[in-house]
């Protein structure tokens, strides 16, 4: 079992930043690959980010490349988002995944483990 907490989100105006943080504990954390999904009010989950075991490996939407950085501290058992340039259309509860394989173009298969998330919202 992988209990995950996500931490960090908040009201910052557009161009601002935000650092999310998703703490893991249970299973071992540091060979699973970690995501951050995101959803807007009506709005089907986005697959915003990933990393793979080790960081060596990571994926972007391509609605955030550019802007957003995954990253993973496995001392720490804990994956970061760091979020840069924000826009009203960032606005979304953001959500931390692992237990599950993600490839270069976006596809993913269903994370066996979720955060409860946590609300960003970008004022314009």
């Known amino acids: 079992q992988v209990q995950l907490v996500e931490s960090g989100g908040g009201l910052v105006q557009a161009g601002g930043s935000l650092r999310l943080s998703c703490a893991a504990s249970?299973?071992?954390?540091?060979?699973?690959?970690m995501g951050w999904f995101r959803q807007a009010p009506g709005e089907e989950r986005e697959f915003v980010a990933g990393?793979?075991?080790?960081?060596?490996?990571?994926y972007y939407a391509a609605s955030v490349k550019g802007r957003f950085t995954i990253s993973r501290d496995n001392a720490k058992d804990t994956v970061y988002l760091q979020m840069n340039s924000l826009k009203p259309e960032d606005t979304a509860v953001y959500y931390c995944?692992?237990?599950?394989?993600?490839?270069?173009?976006?596809?993913?298969?269903?994370?066996?483990?979720w955060g409860k998330g946590t609300q960003v919202t970008v004022s314009s």
């Open positions: 995944a692992t237990g599950f394989r993600w490839d270069y173009s976006g596809s993913y298969s269903s994370p066996d483990y």
């Open positions: 249970g299973r071992t954390f540091s060979r699973n690959a």
């Open positions: 990393i793979s075991w080790n960081g060596g490996m990571t």
